[in-house]
């Protein structure tokens, strides 16, 4: 059974950091590429950042560039994102997901960015 769970979501003001961080089991990890995507409240899904197999090739969304930076461990099933000079913009629910399809996603983690 694949499971993704993800974790290290909180509450930060506005310029913190945040690492979150997505346990993968129940497939092969390290041949599959990854994303995360954030749900704002009373918005859609928006995808956030993208990483592949290997983890060397990397693409993140406009919004978050040069300010997240997404990262995989094969060895441990994990998929990271680092989260710096977080924005209110930022509050959301992030989802870690299997680029496949149909996707397979965890049940999220909160990031709450508020002075």
């Known amino acids: 059974e694949v499971q993704l769970v993800e974790s290290g979501g909180g509450r930060v003001q506005p310029g913190g950091s945040l690492r979150l961080s997505c346990a993968a089991s129940g497939f092969t990890f390290s041949t599959y590429d990854m994303s995360w995507v954030r749900q704002a409240p009373g918005k859609g899904l928006e995808w956030v950042s993208h990483?592949?197999?290997?983890?060397?090739?990397?693409f993140y969304a406009d919004s978050v560039k040069g300010r997240f930076t997404i990262s995989r461990d094969n060895a441990k099933n994990t998929l990271y994102l680092q989260m710096n000079s977080l924005k209110t913009e930022d509050h959301a629910v992030y989802y870690c997901?299997?680029?496949?399809?149909?996707?397979?996603w965890g049940q999220g983690t909160q990031v709450t960015v508020s002075s």
């Open positions: 990483i592949n197999s290997g983890g060397d090739s990397t």
């Open positions: 997901a299997t680029h496949t399809f149909p996707p397979y």
